[in-house]
């Protein structure tokens, strides 16, 4: 009778060892199975703006710049004030403040952002100090509000926009489309979401560093028209350092 108590134990031990392995295996299957899934869905989450980005800018390849986004009716008459600031460089890292929303012009850090980059978000944008520099350089800068960057359609114009300027061969397209923020300064004014700006010399092969202005234009929309008009009327040539890249 012992023999056969001490079999029977041994009979419900390995019992419960086969349903507990059984547990352990379906639970290792069951974490295997979460942790493909989530590597799926982050693969798919980190495919999936790349994807939809390529799509949305097919509504944009036989488009013109002037043909993206709204008419250049939805922007204000084109404003200048005199400029200061030609050469007037400080170290990376200098906190910069301008007055203007957003500047034209002024003192800056001495270094520009490349030309390769044409669009920007509030999580990479360059700093003032840099982008500035790169207003001197003969760039024109879009600079658009949180009203524009909570707009997943103007991003997609923004976009479209930035498609039609890359590279960095023709220097006729130094460009960036940059986020405005309230860290940076006042708001632009009342109704407006996006501001276009220049540094002049006060028209291309001027001189006279007293004819130097900077420029700006501020819209409702995002309008590749209005950005087309601005880019031919002041040209890269037209700024005070136009041969840097």
Known sequence: MAKQAKTDRQAVIDSIRSQQSKRENRRGLAIV???VLVA???VGAAAFKPIKDWWDLRAYASDSLGEIGAKASVCQDVTTKTAEGSQDHVEVGTPMTYPDAPPAFGQHWNLWDSMERKLYTTSDRPELGELVHNLEHGYTILWYDETI???EGQMDVLRGIASKLQGTD?????FKAVPWTSEDGKDFPKGQHVALTHWSLGGVGETDPSKQV???QYCS??????LETFMED???MDSPEPNAV
């Open 33 to 35: 199975g979460v942790c």
């Open 40 to 42: 799926v869905l982050i």
């Open 149 to 151: 960057a909570d707009d």
């Open 170 to 174: 023709n220097l006729r397209d130094k």
């Open 214 to 216: 900077g420029v700006w």
């Open 221 to 226: 929309e995002v309008s590749g028209d209005a």
């Open 234 to 236: 002041y040209p890269y």
